[in-house]
């Protein structure tokens, strides 16, 4: 039963949305058929489009996402660890993170133009503050008498640092980059769509969209959700090997 | 021997007049190489206190301690604190958590690996080696804190209620357990207890306490020698020991 009761709600919205369109309450245009969107999707994936266009996505999002967590992890442990830094910073972190990040789409072209590097961009300065804060957050909770234990058993800012500090703020890390990783794949698809390119699932949902081809929109849009469910559960997995310890 | 002069602590405090409360006042202990000695005191009396200004984690205010030899307390001290659980490394096996200290000295890997045998023999804790810390008991968490604190053989032994949270025949087992380990390496050890069977059993000498701000009131000696099992707490010798430790205790606390 436990293997099998997460596939209770998706085959139960799958099943809405098979009433919905055999009993003809939505029209084709809006919301087609099931069957035609997996047709799509095989077609897509037969001729080699879609898997270039799924590729290029999920590529663009893991180059930001991997860069997020190079620049939110380390950050986020200073402002954690460091009283004076974290009253510094955190306005202008609370400023900047409540911003929305395809807000600021005019300054990422201005300054990288309308290539991949504006696209990454924008997901490396949205994700690397949801990391810097979430992993701030764990670093912050690090026990005191673990710390000072440590110190009298003879262990110096190094190993405190590496073997204290970064283990016990894991739960946080993990947090931010769970989250940074949805994110990630949620704004390449929307910059895909509004920013150059002519690959990607962003901009096929926008090229389909303008051309009404509706079961091909919603072929890149299934693909989207499926390619971030399993980098989440990727995620997940490692998560589960590293914070066995939590919550005991 | 490591010796406290004259020491005096206040800490800040808003309940006190003066916004300062004193808690350890002009108090002198000195503990013989290789000995156990044990504190003996009503709860908040400042037993942490002392240990922590043995420990080097806070300084006195006035007095000193001192090894009499001169020598640096850096690094030679065990402690095994009285939240044991907020101490240990969820994350790593009991073998790794008890390789810690040596692995933060920098000591080689089979300098590691035998020292870390050696002391999970001693404590009983070889079979448990792989597991992790949460999936002990615990009585064997409180083992793994000792052992993690001995595995360096440090000069000098600090311990905090160690047994306090556990119930009363696992703790008369670590009773045991400790002597006999204490009996084996002689580190010179203050062992803080509210237990006056376990001041008495484990001690060569109880230290009794009185209230805030705190200081000796009777050291009494514990003539029972190295090895001791627990049919010793049913004897004479021990109730008189005991009534000895308890009748000071109450003056002390009436002081």
């Known amino acids: 039963m436990k293997h099998i009761i997460f596939l209770i709600l998706p085959l139960f919205l799958l099943a809405i949305w098979v009433l919905l369109t055999s009993l003809g309450m939505v029209d084709a245009i809006f919301l087609p058929t099931p069957w035609s969107v997996i047709g799509s999707i095989a077609r897509g994936l037969i001729a080699g489009s879609l898997a270039k266009d799924t590729f290029i996505t999920v ?27 974290a009253y510094a910073t955190q306005p202008t972190i609370d400023f900047f993170r409540s911003i929305p990040a395809t807000a600021l789409f005019p300054l990422f072209l201005f300054f990288f133009g309308i290539g991949d590097k504006a696209k990454i ?40 640092f590496w073997k204290i500090i970064i283990p016990e703020s894991s739960p946080g890390i993990f947090a931010g980059l769970r989250i940074a990783l949805s994110l990630s794949f949620v704004l390449i698809v929307v910059t895909e769509m509004f920013i150059g390119t002519t690959v990607g699932l962003g901009y096929q949902i926008m090229n389909a969209q303008m051309v009404y081809r509706t079961s091909d929109m919603y072929a890149s849009i299934v693909l989207a959700g499926i390619v971030g469910y399993l980098a989440n559960r990727s995620l997940l997995s490692v998560e589960a090997r590293v914070l066995h310890w939590v919550g005991h | 021997m490591i ?39 009503p709860n908040g009396c400042g037993k942490t206190t002392i240990l922590n200004l043995f420990a080097g984690t806070i300084h006195p205010d006035t007095g000193t301690v001192f090894w009499n030899s001169g020598e640096s307390r850096s690094k030679e001290i065990g402690y095994v604190f009285q939240n044991y659980g907020d101490t240990l490394l969820p994350w790593r096996s009991v073998r790794s958590n008890i390789a810690f200290p040596l692995e933060v000295r920098r000591a080689e890997g089979k300098e590691i690996k035998e020292k870390t045998a050696r002391v999970m023999n001693l404590f009983g804790l070889a079979e448990h080696s792989d597991k992790y810390v949460y999936e002990l008991s615990g009585g064997l968490k409180q083992l793994v804190a000792i052992a993690r604190s001995t595995v360096y053989y440090p000069r000098l032994l600090l311990l905090d209620e160690p047994f306090s949270s556990l119930d009363h025949s696992i703790s008369r087992m670590l009773w045991t357990r400790f002597r006999q380990f204490w009996a084996d390496t002689k580190v010179t050890t203050i062992f803080v207890s509210h237990n006056v069977d376990e001041a008495v059993f484990l001690g060569d000498r109880v230290c009794v306490m009185s209230s805030r701000p705190t200081r000796i009131v009777a050291e009494i000696a514990v003539p029972f020698g190295k090895e001791r099992d627990l049919g010793l707490v049913s004897s004479q010798e021990f109730f008189n020991i005991r009534t000895q430790v308890l009748r000071a205790f109450e003056e002390g606390r009436n002081k």
């Open chain 1, 59 to 85: 590529g663009r999002s893991l180059a930001g996402f991997f860069v997020a967590a190079a620049i939110g992890v380390p950050l986020g442990l200073l402002v954690g660890r460091i009283k004076p830094l």
């Open chain 1, 121 to 160: 961009a924008i997901v490396v300065y949205a994700c690397s503050l949801i990391v810097l804060v979430n992993t701030a957050y764990g670093a912050m909770q690090v026990k005191r008498m673990r710390i000072l234990c440590a110190q009298v058993m003879g262990a110096g800012r190094f190993d405190i």
């Open chain 2, 3 to 41: 010796e406290a002069q004259k020491i005096s602590k206040s800490f800040t405090s808003s309940l006190s007049e003066n916004g300062k409360l004193l808690v350890v006042d002009d108090f002198s202990l000195s503990v013989g190489e290789g000995e156990l000695v044990t504190l003996f005191g």
